[in-house]
């Protein structure tokens, strides 16, 4: 059921018909507000695309030749540049010749054969109606999808003087499938994930929603990450029954000994780099994907993070995206980024990455969601640094 707002916001149904035959925009004028439509009328194709530019038009309903032989389809082709969701019944005294059919391959559009017969156009209009009115409840379940994805992703970083945090999200469509979250537990650790959901869309983001509710639940309840994440796969599992699954990575900071607690539910493997060293190793998985296996375990591993090491955690998308000679950008290719700007701060280092993947792209369409996160280990310095900030700010409060 639509709101009352949703319902306000909708648009009324209004169709222009266009033909410079007068007895048969009479025809089509009188038997459309016969069935409670709202028309307005033109005789020629300038009249008309002056109705369309300065007023709301649902339909049109045109004669595709009149003062000029193909007047109407330069009028549907003008109308289509300006408002390509613009539905549109052409009208034909004949068989449709070739520049009928390109017109009807290229723009979409729906004929209607003269002479003109009231049930086939009461048909005709009555689905264009009901497909007019899927696409609307369609946007608006987009909508609300969005605003659930949105809600999924956090409103700030970890407060923590220790963590330099950088995080991005970019989905192909307008909802995507990857999410991510920064929690801060009661205890004073963060609990710090990314998530892949299979699919797109409305399901994806209820799913990714459910999967945020549950773990905002588990976090202060479970006794080791690795519980948790069994929690978390048990209840997905029994509660969606959808054949829903997600890949995701959890790490757990404590910033009072520099620990990482982490489980690897079936996610691409993170990378650490070591500051001291100047190398890099992976963070393999520790655990099946989530919503498959009701009864499935998962490991906790546990690390110490130094001063200056650096953790991205990615999903597929940083990776599977492709240019014309489909070639991929690669780990090893973020790798050598955080090992050339291993001294700057998290936010350099991943606009620099960000800039990378789309240079390698070079120009070609990115066709999958991509998501990472950057973690870097303050210096003692910079705790120090960060701290006066953070009391400065607290006294002129």
């Not at 780099?273 to 998985?285: K, P, Q, W």
């Not at 991509?370 to 701290?387: C, P, R, T």
């Amino acid at each position: 059921m639509k709101s009352q707002s949703q319902a306000s916001s909708v648009k009324p149904f209004r169709i222009l018909a266009v033909d410079d035959e007068t007895y048969i925009l009479d025809f089509l004028k009188e038997a459309l507000e016969f069935w409670g439509y709202e028309v307005v009328t033109a005789a020629d194709s300038r009249s008309a695309f002056d109705i369309i530019k300065s007023g709301y038009i649902s339909l049109l309903i045109t004669d595709i030749k009149m003062e000029e032989s193909d007047s109407g389809i330069k009028l549907i082709e003008n109308a289509k540049a300006l408002f390509p969701d613009l539905m549109i019944i052409v009208i034909t005294g004949s068989f449709a010749d070739e520049k009928a059919m390109r017109l009807y391959a290229e723009q979409e559009v729906s004929f209607l054969q003269k002479p003109l017969r009231a049930n086939e156009l009461k048909a005709l209009v009555s689905k264009t109606v009901q497909q007019h009115l899927r696409e609307i409840e369609l946007k608006i379940d987009i909508q609300a999808a969005k605003k659930i994805i949105e809600n999924t992703f956090p409103k700030k970083n970890p407060d923590s003087s220790r963590i330099d945090l950088f995080s991005i999200y970019r989905p192909v469509y307008d909802i995507g499938g990857d999410f991510y979250d920064f929690i801060q537990l009661s205890d004073g650790r963060h609990l710090i994930y990314l998530c892949d959901v299979e699919g797109h869309g409305i399901h994806a983001a209820i799913f990714a929603n459910t999967i945020r509710i549950f773990l905002r639940a588990f976090a202060e309840t479970s006794t080791a990450p690795g519980e948790m994440v069994a929690r978390l796969n048990r209840a997905i599992s029994a509660e969606t029954r959808s054949n829903s699954m997600a890949t995701a990575f959890f790490a757990f900071y404590d910033p009072a000994d520099n620990s990482l607690c982490y489980v690897n539910a079936g996610h691409e493997h993170p990378v650490l780099f070591r500051a001291a060293e100047g190398s890099f190793e992976r963070l393999e998985t520790t655990g099946t994907i989530i919503g498959i296996f009701e009864d499935a375990s998962y490991e906790t591993k546990r690390t110490l993070l130094n001063e200056g090491d650096i953790l991205f955690l990615y999903t597929d998308g940083v990776c599977d995206n492709y240019n014309i000679k489909y070639q991929h950008f690669t780990i090893d290719m973020a790798s050598a980024i955080i090992l050339d700007n291993k001294n700057e701060n998290s936010q350099f280092i991943g606009r620099r990455i960000i800039s990378r993947i789309q240079q390698q792209l070079g120009g070609n369409p990115q066709h999958d969601d991509l998501a990472f996160i950057l973690l870097k280990i303050n210096s003692g310095a910079q705790v120090a640094e960060n701290n006066h900030h953070r009391a400065a700010r607290a006294s002129s409060t």
